[in-house]
């Protein structure tokens, strides 16, 4: 999986069986910074293994 650092306030993924805890959530529309339409389905927190070896936990 590629990560990219844009500044965003929130973080999504297409690859829901990465997150620990997902659950559904009502559709939301969400304008990316390319200004292309997204609807995020679902919410739940993501372990990432940064460069320097440390696991973090993020919500996405």
Excluded: C, F, W
Excluded at 18 to 30: D, E, Q, S
Excluded at 32 to 52: F, H, K, T, W
């Amino acid at each position: 999986i590629e990560i990219y650092d844009s500044g965003a306030s929130v973080h999504m993924t297409p690859s829901r069986h990465r997150l620990t805890n997902y659950r559904a959530i009502k559709p939301r529309g969400i304008i990316a910074a390319n200004n292309q339409r997204l609807n995020a389905v679902g919410m739940g927190d993501m372990n990432v293994e940064v460069p320097n070896g440390a696991n973090r936990s993020t919500k996405v």
